[in-house]
Each structure stands twice: as C-alpha cells, then as structure tokens.
C-alpha cells in the first residue's frame, strides 16, 4: 500500500474537445500526469444545436466548467474555439485536465452562440444548453464513449454531446533505475552511515510530494542500492522538465533519520543516463553555509536507467473489466438504539449517519464503472425476522435470492429499512461476508470482473482468525476490501489488516497482495460540519489505491486487457 498522501498513479491529464457528427470517431485529448488516467485523449461530438441566428446557423462554443471538490461552486475550466455558422461544429482545441479515480470530478459543458467575437462575457452571448457530467462516467461507460443531452432551454430540444476517452501513452510508462553513491558523510559514532534515498515530485504550487525511498544499506559511505521501478506518472506527472529533488539520509533505528544532503534533477536529464553515467553532487545547506571549504557531502551516481511501458487501469476499463460493489453494515448492538440521537445509525432531519456518509462517499464514485448498477448489500451482527436469529450476512432487502439493490439510493433505502425490522445484537464477524464475496470474485476470474467490498463497522473484530483468514485467501481473487470505522473506538487491530508494514498471514499463508485498505471516518470529519467535503475527504483515501489493487492482480494473472472495438 501506498501513503495516503502519495498521488502515486493517480492522476492524469484529459483533453476534451466537440466535433460535428456522431458517425466520425474524433479525436479527443486527455493529457497526462499521475493517475488512474496515465494520460487521456478525450473529445466531444455536438450535433443538433439550436439555431439561434436569423440569416445563418448559429456561431458555437462550449465552454467547460469544474465543480470546485466539495462545494457547490463550478469555476469556469475553458473554451473551446468558435465555430461559424454551423449546428454541427467540430471542434480542434482540447480541454486538458488532471483526472482522479478516488475523486467525484463534475463537468458541465455549456455551449452558447456567439453573436460577438469581440465580446468575452457569457452573459452577451446566447445560450444553446448544457450538460452535467462526472468524469468517471466517460471512462466507465462501454469503450470511453457517452452521450448527453443538452438541457437547459425551456420548451427546446437543444442536441447532443458526446463524450470519448482514449489513453495517452506517455504516462503509461515505468521506469527501472539503479543508483549508487561514493564517499558520503559519515553520521553514527560507532560506525559509517546507513544511507538511504527518498525522491520527491515537485507539485505545481511549488511544494514537493514522496514518490520513492530506497532500501537501506547498512554501514558504508559507498552504497550500491538496488534497482527499482516508478511510474513516469509518480516521477514527474508526466512533465519530463518538473524538478524531481532526492534527499540523502541515514537511517536510525529510532526513526530520527539523519539528512546528509540532496540533490535536484529531472526525468528528462535522468533518462540521458541512458547513454552515460550521470554523476550528482550531494550538497547540504547548512555545512555550505557554515564551511568556506566545503566542497560537498558525496557523490550519487546513476548506474542505469530504463523506460518500459505497461497496461494500466483505463486499458482494462475501455477493455470491459467491471467493478462490481458490494456493501456489508455493522448492526452490532454497540452502535446503540437507532431512534436515539446517540445511535451512529440515527438519522436526523438535518444530516446523514457516519454509516450513510460513509457509503454515499465510495458508492457514488464506484457506480460509475458499473454498467448494470446493481449492488448486493448486506448486514451482519443482528437478530433479523421472522425467527430472530443472528445473521452476519443478511440481505438488507430482505432478498436472499436477489440481495442487490439499485443504485447507491436503493441501498440506502434498503438499509434504513432494515434498521426498522431488525434488532441490534452481536457479535462483530466479518469472515462471512468477506468469504460471500470471495466465492462470487472466485466464479470469474478471466480480469473481466474486479469486486470491491466496503465493510462499515463501529467495533473491535470478533472472529480476527477467521477475518485473517478469509482476507488471505480472497488475496489471490480479483477482489478489494475497504474497511471504515465509525465511531469513536479504537481499531488498532484493523491496521493488522491493512498490511501497510507486515503482509498478513494466517496459519502459515501469506497473503497474495494487499487488498485491504482501512481508516477511521472521524479523521475525514470536517470542522464546519461541511458533509460534502467529509465525504471527498473518505473517498479519495479509501479508493486511491483500488487501481492499483485491480493492476497487481491482474500482473500476477498475467491477464491483458481486452483492446475496446474502434467501431
């Protein structure tokens, strides 16, 4: 897993742009950067406008707006060229955005008929309609293609837009490097220097992000460190120029790292190593400043450096790998009395529960690479009827044939409605629910179905043998599991399954990969009570590593994706 903070692989560049007929593929650009998009081309077709000029057909533009990320401000993003004299038009400049799988990007096209070039101002301008969409749709939708319609004139039919996406290769590609480094300073008393490197990717605000550290190598001033592959995307954004700065440490067992000195560089001065050893001076500031003498404090020397291309999440998602989203809820009795304002299930006029925000929050984003919409949702840890027994995985619709429900608001109904028919009991299992999903994940295993399973739990884990064990063996299926936990409990024992720092094991097995990714809901919580941004906050931690999750299992299958049909 990676830092909730790394914006490892994340990110990545779209390009829009309007053509004139639906029978044309167009061309369409979707830059690139660090994401999930590893690079983009994106367009859009616009047919059928309305014509708004007396003595000719209307002057098009469409200009783009960005929902700013929990709000409901929109800002505008750009504008296309204008277009004369046409209800078809075909544009050629392209929208370049930065796009996110774990973030809710809303774009609205707007597109007016421009009755005077010399005027910028949208409100001289007649308005031909617009169209609201989120960018996951474009690329969940069946080869990267969507249409819209436009809306917005009253008593109008205003046309269609069409969006497509196709992906960049820039941003696809992983390179492989090796470095070493000659005579660094000497830090620990009793012997040499355990160096280490940590390489930052500059961010356009001017700050800089983690990207990489290398391994440790214990007590020299010449380590050989071993080779090791990032993302292009993580580097450098997908900007060959952008600063990549790398810190030398040394390592101390009590986590107070020594900082011996760093260096700057770029990826593309790095790939030149291709052809030639690139050597870099290590400078600290401090002992710069303090020392006239001071020449620097080592060397790093680049020993090989190597770009190779790979599959990324968009090829497997225009190639038809469905995310299939399936939900499990706490009923424990230690969420107490749901009619009670006290309940982290109580519902009041003015807010959603921790349990709703936390499901809207993830939900609303996967459903958008589900074509059918149809979630299964469970509950586990209450007495359901009509007998009273305890269940760990019953269906919230009460549907033991058909546990899925439509959409994110049909599971939501379905779970308010079982918070009225079931009493709240005990214990906390999660095995159940976790082996549900495993053995439907284990029923296709070709990479055109990914599961991801969001556990929402307020408690300590009571079958923690039988968790483990389920986890490590769905770890081979193509499966993800995200735990949040609501409430003000403590969960140390959800980070033993959240394998940051030891992989999880039962009874002698390891887990295959690293599927589960766990977080607290209260530290996403906004201060001003904001649910909105709390709930972007929860989404872009807890999903930012599910491509990465759906790429590792899709490496060790050595599954490639389907190519989308071009017709």
């Known amino acids: 897993m990676f830092n909730h903070h790394q914006r490892w692989g994340r990110c990545s560049p779209l390009a829009l742009l309007p053509h004139r007929t639906v029978q044309r593929e167009p061309a369409c650009l979707l830059g690139s950067a660090d994401a999930l998009f590893h690079g983009c081309q994106h367009g859009l077709l616009a047919w059928n406008l309305l014509d708004m000029d007396t003595f ?86 069946q080869r990267g293609r969507l249409e819209r319609p436009l809306t917005g004139v009253p008593g109008k039919r205003c ?58 190598v214990k007590n020299t001033l010449n380590p050989v460190w071993q080779p090791f592959t990032i993302p292009v995307r993580a580097l450098c954004n997908g900007d060959y120029d952008r600063t990549v700065k790398i810190d030398v440490y040394d390592w101390d067992r009590d986590g107070s790292h020594d900082f011996i000195g760093e260096f700057a560089t770029s990826y593309r001065e790095l790939s030149r190593a291709q052809s030639q050893f690139t050597v870099y001076e290590v400078l600290n500031p401090r002992k710069k400043c303090k020392k006239k003498k ?82 299964p949702a469970y509950g586990f840890g209450a007495k359901v009827p009509p007998d009273g027994k305890i269940s760990h995985q019953f269906p919230l619709n009460n549907n033991m044939e058909n546990p899925s429900c439509v959409g994110i608001e049909g599971v939501l109904e379905s779970y308010l409605q079982s918070l009225r028919t079931v009493q709240l ?48 063996t769905a770890s081979s299926l193509p499966m993800s599991i995200i ?16 394998g940051d720092e030891v992989r999880l094991s039962s009874r002698g097995r390891y887990a295959e990969r690293d599927i589960v990714q766990f977080v607290p809901f209260r530290d996403y919580v906004d201060d ?18 599910i491509p990465e999750q759906l790429l590792s299992y899709m490496k060790t299958r050595d599954i490639k994706p389907h190519r989308a049909d071009p017709k």
Request: hydrophobic share 40%.
């Open 294 to 375: 001071y020449v620097n404090s080592g060397t790093v020397t680049l020993l090989s450096f190597s770009v190779e291309s790979e599959f990324t999440f968009v090829d497997y998602i225009r190639g038809g790998t469905q995310l299939n989203f399936t939900v499990a809820i706490d009923f424990t009795a230690s969420n107490g009395l749901p009619s009670q304002p006290t309940s982290l299930h109580y519902a009041s006029p003015y807010q959603l529960s921790a349990y709703a925000l936390a499901l809207k929050a993830v939900g609303e984003i996967i459903q958008d690479y589900d074509s059918d919409k149809l979630f």
């Open 159 to 216: 046309g269609t837009i069409l969006l497509l996406a196709e992906e960049l290769s820039n941003c696809r590609d992983i390179v492989t490097m090796q470095l070493c480094a000659n005579k660094l300073d000497k830090k620990d008393f009793f012997g040499k220097s355990d160096p280490f490197l940590v390489f930052y990717r500059s961010n356009e605000d001017g700050t800089f992000t983690i990207c990489h550290k290398t391994e440790v």
């Open 56 to 141: 000719s057909k209307s002057d098009p533009v469409v200009v783009l707006f960005v929902q700013v990320s929990g709000s409901n401000e929109w800002k505008e993003f750009g504008r296309t060229e204008v277009i004369d004299n046409t209800l078809n038009p075909d544009f050629v400049r392209k929208f370049v955005l930065d796009y996110y799988f774990e973030e809710k990007q809303n774009l609205r096209f707007d597109v007016y008929n421009v009755d005077s070039k010399s005027c910028s101002a949208l409100k001289q301008q007649d308005f031909l309609g617009q169209a609201f969409v989120a960018l996951g749709e474009v690329i969940g939708s």
């Open 528 to 545: 001003s009570g904001n649910q909105v941004l709390s709930m972007a906050r929860l989404a872009k931690d807890v999903l930012a590593e």
């Open 425 to 472: 009991y005990g214990p906390t299992n999660f095995a159940p629910v976790i082996n549900q999903v495993a053995g439907t994940a284990a029923q296709v295993t070709d990479g055109s179905q990914y599961h991801v399973l969001l556990i929402i739990t307020d408690g300590v884990i009571s079958d923690m043998l039988q968790t483990k064990e389920a986890i490590v």
């Open 483 to 498: 735990i949040v936990g609501v409430g003000p409990a403590e969960f140390e024992a959800m980070e033993e399954l959240d």
